[in-house]
């Protein structure tokens, strides 16, 4: 079974620019996460997908930040426009229907800003 | 609002010693605890987990350990190995979300 891919692994872009990540979950998986990890810190939720609804986006930092899944099959984040503070590691994470259940991670999208 | 205090942020031991590795989380209604173990270029994977109904888990080499009055939870790896080098998070979940808190990550070097 394929696990959670990301695309691309890494990005390097300048401040003003516009980046897109995509993240293909698990086949038959509902719920789908995107997370980030600025550099030291701690992994940092950002919203949280049910097939195509938004059902918490509380941690996208602001309106630079665009989020869709549409169908409910793979998702995109795009930053537009990228700052500095955006760069980061990227992740994706999806789970099965039901609270609790293992979310399974892809490698994660490094995106540097410069 | 909620956080999760993750310590040490760095830790190195012997191969064959043991590793522990400590958290604390701010919110009393968590009630999920996994731990997640990233190798160096690879995803994070779940390593083991804990539910707030219970005080100890074991895998193997692997424990958890919950005091859900202190809002504590512990990793302890035992007979540690080369392999077990990596970065370790711990994360906390409450009910009414699917939302992980995580740590700030451990980065573990056994020393062979």
């Known amino acids: 079974e394929a696990g959670v891919t990301q695309f691309p692994s890494h990005s390097v872009i300048e401040k003003g620019q516009t980046v897109t990540l995509r993240c293909d979950p698990i086949?038959?998986?509902?719920?789908l996460y995107w997370y980030r990890r600025v550099m030291g810190k701690e992994i940092k939720f950002l919203l949280h997908?049910?097939?195509?609804?938004?059902?918490?986006e509380s941690g996208m930092p602001n309106n630079r930040f665009l989020a869709e899944r549409t169908g409910g099959t793979y998702s995109t984040l795009k930053v537009q426009p990228a700052e500095l503070e955006d760069s980061g590691v990227y992740f994706c994470?999806?789970?099965?229907?039901?609270?609790?259940?293992?979310?399974?991670f892809g490698q994660g999208t490094r995106l540097t800003v410069v | 609002g909620e956080n999760v205090e993750q310590h040490p942020s760095t830790l190195s031991v012997q191969e064959g010693d043991s590793a522990v590795i400590k958290c604390t989380y701010s919110?009393?209604?968590?009630?999920?605890f996994p731990w997640y173990k990233q190798e160096l270029g690879k995803r994070p994977q779940l390593i083991i987990d804990?539910?707030?109904?219970?005080g100890e888990k074991k895998d193997q080499r692997i424990a958890v350990t919950l005091n859900k009055t202190a809002k504590h939870f512990s990793l302890h790896i035992t007979e540690t190995q080369p392999e077990d080098s990596a970065v370790y998070f711990c994360?906390?979940?409450?009910?009414?979300?699917?939302?992980?808190?995580f740590g700030t990550g451990t980065r573990l070097k056994v020393l062979a």
């Open positions: 919110d009393s209604a968590s009630n999920y």
């Open positions: 994470a999806s789970s099965p229907t039901g609270m609790n259940t293992e979310a399974f």
């Open positions: 994360a906390a979940s409450k009910p009414g979300t699917y939302k992980y808190i």
């Open positions: 804990i539910r707030s109904n219970v």
């Open positions: 086949s038959g998986h509902d719920n």
């Open positions: 997908f049910v097939k195509e609804s938004k059902q918490d």
